[in-house]
């Protein structure tokens, strides 16, 4: 079947729209509010001609709602790494910045997923694919807001002060010119867009969208994505393995709506 006429039988619908080469692992994973015109917009790029150029035919799955697309295609990207997908590879490991009081002064240390447990474990900040890049994050902020790099745990202590102190970068509270408490203020407000929230539920939830009389149940748990059900025979009820490990992508599509209370949520029972 041309590309054309795979086209014209897509839906404008949300969802999510696979390219299929070949082989049985699809090119390219997308989603969409409007799956047909987003992928006729594909067709279009010519930026996009080498992918497709190896398409055979483009299918979908269409959603009741915008979430349920942006989670079926995170799992789906996970679960197949299309060729042409460069977004959203697993990260093998994660880290965050952990904020503890220590004589009532902040102290902070950069823990991957083996030392806390993202989504449960208070007091993180920032979600980093590497070391090195929490670090570079804490440098990029201490410049910002004139913090300290000793008292931020990147320097080591020394009596003369921190070297951004010597070149007017740190705002001196290594050596008693600004006070310890209007130092961890700025690194404290500095630090909470970054804030990695926990669970804030019992247990596990359905998140609902509706569409129609159609109605799909998304099971999420600890930021996890644990798969949908659907009021509808004809629909496939999407089987995502029952997982605790949290997810950075399923928590950047999820912490806004769940938190600012912009969707339909069904707690269920702690122990389910
Ligand atoms: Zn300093």
Not at 92 to 120: N, P, Y
Request: charged share 15%; net charge positive; with cysteine.
């Amino acid at each position: 079947m041309p590309l054309t006429e795979c086209v014209s039988q897509l839906p404008h619908a949300p969802g999510v729209y696979i390219f299929h080469g070949d082989s049985s692992l699809p090119l390219y994973i997308g989603k969409s509010v409007d799956i047909r015109s987003r992928v006729m917009s594909h067709l279009r790029n010519p930026d996009e001609e080498r992918m497709l150029a190896q398409t055979r035919h483009i299918t979908c799955m269409e959603t009741a709602g915008e979430i349920g697309a942006l989670l079926l295609e995170s799992h789906l990207i996970k679960t197949h790494s299309p060729l042409f997908n460069q977004r959203l590879r697993r990260v093998k490991q994660l880290f965050s910045i952990q904020l503890s009081t220590e004589a009532q002064a902040c102290v902070l240390k950069i823990m991957d997923g083996r030392q806390v447990q993202h989504g449960i474990t208070p007091g993180l900040y920032g979600l980093f694919s590497s070391l090195h890049a929490a670090n570079q994050k804490l440098h990029s902020l201490a410049a910002q807001h004139r913090l300290c790099m000793q008292l931020l745990g990147l320097e080591k202590t020394t009596s003369r002060g921190c070297f951004g102190w010597q070149t007017k970068q740190c705002a001196g509270a290594c050596v008693g010119a600004e006070p310890r408490m209007a130092h961890d203020q700025r690194l404290l407000d500095a630090l909470q867009a970054l804030q990695v929230h926990t669970w804030p539920f019992a247990g596990a939830i359905h998140l609902v969208e509706r569409r129609g009389d159609w109605v799909q149940k998304h099971r999420i748990q600890h930021w996890a994505y644990q798969g949908t059900s659907c009021n509808r025979q004809t629909t496939h009820t999407i089987q995502v393995m029952p997982t605790h490990t949290f997810d950075a992508d399923a928590y950047q599509i999820l912490v806004k709506p769940l938190l600012l209370n912009q969707v339909e949520i069904e707690p269920l029972h702690a122990s389910s």
